[in-house]
């Protein structure tokens, strides 16, 4: 079965940009979403279809899918952006999350 | 607006089913390319996508839970319901129903979620 693997924590400072990455075989031949999840919270669409943003995501969030890897850039870090990130892609008829990431703020 | 609202017992017997509705509004899900799936969360573990059932009434399953999952919908009453069968311990988590839109094969994720509900598996 199709996996993603992310790091499982990053940290960075306030203001500083953040970078969380997303493996997978041939990931950039498939569209890749990404989702917020802060604590008891229930997640929240940052991209899709690699790069797009729904509306009202703010503009520091940005992504890129190239080769096996898949990125979200968070341009500006602010507290609030101090979440768990998952990245997911569809892949034979079935969808797969990412192994997740923690962002420290 | 578009709202989804998860609803369940909140504890099962190991070997019991389980059965989920998700209530929604907002959208029609006989709308040409609107999805709504079911996705579960373990505590303190990452998500885990399990079924979607699409505007034409296709279904699609987590492969390793295949056997024991069953989604359906009841477009009447703006409803999909998921039964998985022989639960266990392992299946606790809490339990998400979200939309997503499929553009000719290309899903632009899931943009709504519910609030999740919480499903514990104990004796």
């Known amino acids: 079965s199709y996996e993603l693997t992310q790091p499982s924590s990053e940290s960075v400072p306030s203001g500083q940009p953040a970078v969380i990455s997303c493996s997978g075989d041939?990931?950039?031949?498939?569209?890749v979403s990404w989702y917020q999840q802060r604590p008891g919270q229930s997640p929240v669409l940052l991209i899709y279809?690699?790069?797009k943003r729904p509306s009202g995501i703010p503009e520091r969030f940005t992504a890129s899918n190239s080769g096996d890897t898949a990125s979200l850039i968070i341009s500006e870090t602010q507290p609030e952006d101090e979440a768990d990130y998952y990245c997911?892609?569809?892949?034979?008829?079935?969808?797969?999350f990412g192994t997740g990431t923690t962002v420290t703020v | 607006q578009v709202t989804l609202r998860e609803s369940g017992p909140a504890l099962v017997k190991p070997t019991q089913t389980l059965t989920l509705t998700c209530t929604f509004s907002?959208?029609?899900?006989?709308?040409?390319?609107?999805?709504v799936s079911w996705i579960r969360q373990p505590p303190g573990k990452a998500l885990e996508w399990l079924a979607l059932?699409?505007?034409?009434?296709?279904?699609f399953y987590m492969p390793s839970l295949k056997t024991r999952l069953t989604i359906s919908r009841d477009t009447s009453k703006n409803q999909v319901v998921l039964t998985m069968t022989n639960m266990d311990p392992a299946d606790t988590a809490t339990y998400y129903c979200?939309?997503?839109?499929?553009?000719?094969?290309?899903?632009?994720?899931?943009?709504?979620w519910g609030q999740g509900t919480p499903v514990t598996v104990s004796s």
């Open positions: 997911q892609a569809w892949d034979n008829r079935t969808f797969v």
């Open positions: 059932i699409d505007w034409d009434d296709d279904k």
């Open positions: 907002g959208f029609s899900l006989t709308t040409d390319g609107m999805c």
């Open positions: 979200a939309r997503t839109f499929d553009s000719s094969g290309y899903y632009h994720g899931f943009d709504y």
């Open positions: 279809h690699d790069f």
């Open positions: 041939k990931l950039e031949d498939k569209y």
